[in-house]
């Protein structure tokens, strides 16, 4: 390996790594993260792989127009350096040794849905550093790279919306760049630690030992003891929301107005829930996961922690030709370990003539957002009106595929298929705005991972608790449509929150 890197281009990545005995990814990250106190430390599960890191050499965070990147590390440091001069396309920018500070008003024309991708907004700023380095190889996916989240109103950067009355002061993007590593593959039951080598000068071979001793003290955390668990004096639970039921029930009243009178055809609206809670942040997420049992991550930063579940969305694959693949969620039964009568629930998600028209409408909404993407004539449904398994539920689900158009990348295709307003999605987000009281933030965002390479994996952010201060922001929503009555609209959004609710409490320190 060494060889390699001391033959690599000055602008090269080359990640160092070394396989270890396949480990409890989560039992790892509390040894490392101290129990998920430590501020930016991330944690991603999924069926497939555990993906997690501690020590980023990058934070990237953005709001409105201005942005920030901040070196986290001494490689970052050098990253900041290796970066002067590649942001001449922002308004303002100012280069310092610890950070890179700016501003950017996202471009506003009116040009073609084509011209439209290609107009000036923070994904640049994203995409500065994500490809800044070339990778020399890549051994698998996931091993070094940008890796964050992008918050719901990072719609934001690509459309005029009305401006809610409230704001949690939530960035529209908080990403890092994870140049160390550790990726559990589950389905091959293989670990792996990864340092990356960026290389920016001429001392290689330093470089390369400071990957050596990245790995050599991530793996001295194996064997150290888990830290303590705090013990909380107990509290009174309290929780309020940022919207009444009377109120909730006249803006579902006023959704359905816009419904019939053809500007939308269904919209889900949102309030905010606010919560105390008591205990240690990674349990309340050791619970949401124990009760949700599904796909989940973790994140601890300077703004408080993020916590939630994940239902894939995007996925970019390959070098010169970018495949993609969308994938679309539907409707919901339990699993159960009784085969006939989970076959009956499988049966009973088919047949359901309102919620395949439901998902028939975001298949068609998926094939329109990616035709914008996609070269001509590859844009097809890979999968349509499949089941997916998992422990406790199963649920519809189908897939669009294509190739990506030869001058797009992987955060154009995002900026088409994004947000989870409604249909038709844009004219659903602008009504949302009237009426919702609170920004979602990053509710209804994403999870994602950007690889030097142009690979991506995007996941919607669901059953998302906000830790900020003293205080847990979760979102009740229900979705309206032609048929659905207002005077319900309450009760699903308390509902769609109790999950959530209920990990807080479980979690413990309440009463």
């Not at 890197?5 to 509390?30: M, T």
């Not at 993906?51 to 990058?58: A, D, G, R, T």
């Not at 630690?193 to 001392?203: Q, R, V, W, Y």
């Amino acid at each position: 390996m060494l060889e390699k890197i001391k033959n690599a281009k000055i602008g090269s990545i080359l990640p160092v790594y070394e396989a270890i005995e396949n480990i409890d990814a989560e039992e790892f990250f509390i040894k490392l993260s101290n129990y998920g106190r430590d501020r930016n430390s991330v944690l991603i599960q999924t069926e497939e792989k555990s993906i997690c890191s501690v020590n980023p050499c990058l934070k990237i965070t953005g709001k409105n127009e201005e942005f920030e990147i901040k070196a986290l590390s001494n490689t970052g440091r050098k990253f900041l350096q290796f970066l002067k001069g590649d942001f001449k396309f922002c308004d303002k920018v100012e280069y310092g040794k610890n950070a890179i500070k700016g501003r950017l008003k996202p471009s506003r024309r009116n040009v073609s849905e084509d011209q439209r991708l290609r107009l000036k907004n923070h994904a640049d700023i994203l995409r500065a550093v994500a490809f800044k380095f070339k990778p020399a190889m890549a051994p698998f996916r996931h091993y070094g790279g940008l890796c964050g989240m992008l918050s719901y109103d990072f719609i934001d950067q690509f459309e005029d919306l009305p401006k809610n009355m409230q704001d949690l002061n939530e960035p529209d993007y908080e990403m890092y760049f994870l140049d160390s590593l550790f990726v559990v593959n589950h389905k091959e039951n293989k670990a792996y630690i990864i340092a990356n080598a960026l290389i920016t000068d001429e001392k290689k071979e330093k470089c390369y030992n400071e990957c050596l001793k990245a790995i050599e003290s991530c793996k001295k955390a194996i064997s150290k003891k888990n830290p303590k668990i705090r013990k909380y004096k107990k509290k009174p639970f309290q929780v309020t929301a940022d919207t009444p039921k009377e109120e909730l029930v006249q803006i579902a009243n006023k959704i359905k107005n816009h419904i019939f009178e053809g500007d939308i055809s269904q919209a889900s609206i949102s309030k905010m829930i606010i919560a105390n809670y008591n205990a240690e942040p990674f349990d309340i997420f050791r619970q949401l996961k124990q009760i949700l049992k599904a796909d989940m991550f973790y994140a601890n930063s300077e703004t408080g922690i993020l916590l939630g579940s994940l239902n894939s969305n995007l996925r970019v694959s390959g070098n010169e030709e970018k495949a993609f693949e969308a994938t679309i969620i539907g409707a919901e039964k339990p699993s159960s370990i009784n085969r006939d009568l989970d076959n009956k629930y499988e049966v009973e998600l088919k047949i359901n003539s309102r919620e395949i028209a439901k998902h028939t409408m975001l298949i068609d909404l998926a094939r329109n957002d990616m035709a914008k993407v996609a070269k001509a004539g590859s844009r097809h449904a890979g999968l349509l009106y499949h089941t997916e398994k998992r422990p406790n539920r199963q649920y519809l689900f189908s897939v669009v595929k294509g190739i990506l158009k030869q001058d797009l990348d992987a955060l154009h295709a995002y900026s088409a298929i994004m947000s989870q307003a409604g249909i038709p999605k844009m004219a659903a987000a602008r009504i949302l705005r009237q009426y919702e009281k609170t920004k979602r933030g990053f509710h209804n965002g994403a999870v994602c991972f950007l690889s030097p390479d142009g690979d991506f994996d995007s996941a919607v952010a669901a059953n998302t608790i906000r830790l900020k201060g003293n205080k847990a922001y979760l979102m009740g929503e229900a979705n309206v449509s032609s048929d659905s009555k207002p005077e319900s609209a309450f009760q699903e959004t308390e509902d769609s929150a109790r999950k959530c609710v209920d990990a807080i409490k479980l979690a413990g320190g309440l009463k």
